[in-house]
């Protein structure tokens, strides 16, 4: 680090932040500081570029810095810079949603606004209780997520979420998990792997423990990105919905990170070929420029909800004060503007088979024993090093970082997930910086 960077860094009160899913004293004794971004890159408090492997957090799709999008947050800004959405309107909160609707898939057209995806995911569990009332089953009240599943962070989410380390310390809702779908027989699998789609069947066996009537809902990520890129098994996304089907069970898709042209489609639904009856978006919804998500609600959930009641009488007790705010919907007009103009979900489909191929060309590197991918999601998980789990993960982010790469990391699995706008060099960068980072792992 330059003498110029040492004293930005040595400027930088890092006391009072208390900072999201990070190891805060070790992070606050050897800062990663980002200080602007444009593109496929950030550029470090020292000057170098960092190639963006990971989308910001699976969220800045179209790219860093666009200007579309900041020219339409400063109109709408000077405009109309904010208005309740409870019991008034303003027009671009319905522009846009009928916007989302034209790219949803079949029948997911009624939409509601959220600032994020753990919002997102309560507010999908809510409705679909209150879907089972408005139907007079209000016992169906027990929801049903998957190990290794990630929701966001709200009671609701952490409760049909599957990873541990979320969970332990906190009261958590009425709710039971299906098996994740990682099978040892898929290891270095490309795409979607052949074995493990009777995994689904697990729902039935918690149909015969509780009692179909006691279940409102099965919430599930198409690909579990958090949990370590995971592609669902051939036939196991159908399968989850025949078996919902069969019960009355709503099936409930957490799109927060596959949504807006992860898989090369808008949504994994379309890309997968099964769509749920809810379904949860946020983080690509504005190119992560303001913050805001949407749930995606089939008609049948809709009509059942809101077509009860007494006139002038709420049907739905649930919102946010900014939901829909104004600023999020013109960013958020923008970006589909810049999906529609550039082609990016074209894009990642186009680079696909180029990103699935520098995966697995780091196959025989170093402790490497899985390479994972799906449209352009990718996962590299490495032997963990004895009596230290992770510790060889968080060696891979901190070199990586080093060597002008962002990557995640979920223990000791390295997870990526570039922007759309992604070129066959850039990716052969990827490649490259990775190969050099698992050769010098401890």
């Known amino acids: 680090m330059d003498d110029a960077a040492q004293d930005l860094t040595n400027r930088t009160d890092m006391s009072a932040y208390w900072m999201p899913f990070t190891a805060n004293r070790q992070f606050k004794a050897s800062p990663r500081m980002l200080v602007s971004a444009s593109g496929m890159?950030?550029?470090s408090d020292d000057g170098r570029e960092i190639l963006d492997g990971t989308a910001g957090l699976w969220c800045v799709n179209a790219g860093h810095a666009r200007p579309e999008i900041a020219a339409a947050v400063q109109h709408q800004l000077m405009s109309l810079d904010y208005a309740p959405s409870f019991q008034m309107g303003h027009p671009i909160a319905f522009d846009f949603?009928?916007?989302?609707?034209?790219?949803?898939?079949?029948g997911l057209d009624r939409i509601f606004y959220v600032n994020s995806g753990s919002e997102a995911a309560d507010t999908a569990l809510k409705?679909?209780?209150a879907y089972h009332r408005a139907r007079g089953e209000g016992q169906r009240v027990r929801l049903v997520g998957r190990e290794r599943g990630y929701h966001g962070v709200g009671f609701g989410g952490i409760s049909v979420g599957g990873l541990v380390?979320?969970?332990?310390?906190?009261?958590?809702?009425?709710?039971?998990?299906?098996r994740h779908t990682q099978d040892p027989r898929n290891a270095f699998a490309r795409g979607l792997p052949p074995h493990g789609a009777e995994r689904a069947d697990d729902l039935e066996q918690l149909v015969a423990l509780h009692g179909a009537e006691t279940i409102a809902a099965v919430m599930v990520e198409p690909v579990a990105g958090?949990?370590?890129?995971?592609?669902?098994?051939?036939?196991y996304l159908e399968r989850?919905?025949?078996i919902c089907d069969r019960h009355g069970i709503l099936l409930i898709f957490d799109e927060v990170i596959t949504g807006f042209g992860r898989l090369g489609t808008p949504f994994a639904a379309q890309a997968l070929g099964v769509t749920p009856d809810l379904m949860t978006t946020a983080k690509g919804i504005t190119n992560a420029t303001v913050p805001m998500g949407a749930v995606f609600a089939s008609r049948k959930v809709h009509d059942t909800v809101v077509g009860g009641g007494a006139d002038g009488a709420v049907e739905f007790f649930h919102g946010y004060t900014y939901s829909g705010h104004p600023v999020a919907c013109a960013a958020g007009l923008a970006t589909l503007d810049i999906y529609e103009r550039e082609g990016l979900f074209a894009n990642a489909a186009?680079?696909?088979p180029r990103w699935e191929e520098a995966l697995h060309s780091l196959k025989g590197a170093p402790n490497v024993v899985d390479i994972r991918n799906i449209g352009l999601?990718?996962?590299?998980?490495?032997s963990p090093r004895a009596g230290a789990p992770g510790a060889r993960g968080y060696q891979a982010l901190v070199k990586a970082f080093e060597a002008g790469l962002t990557v995640r990391v979920a223990g000791d699995i390295i997870c990526l997930s570039p922007p759309l706008i992604i070129n066959a060099v850039q990716i052969g960068r990827v490649a490259e910086i990775l190969n050099d980072v698992l050769k010098s792992l401890d």
Not at 377 to 382: N, P, T
């Open 240 to 242: 989850l919905r025949t």
């Open 226 to 235: 958090a949990g370590g890129v995971l592609p669902p098994p051939q036939g």
């Open 377 to 382: 999601m990718g996962a590299i998980e490495l």
């Open 41 to 43: 890159y950030y550029r």
């Open 127 to 129: 409705m679909a209780i």
């Open 165 to 178: 380390n979320n969970r332990r310390v906190y009261p958590l809702l009425t709710s039971d998990h299906l």
């Open 97 to 106: 949603a009928a916007r989302l609707a034209r790219i949803a898939p079949p």
């Open 350 to 352: 186009a680079m696909a």
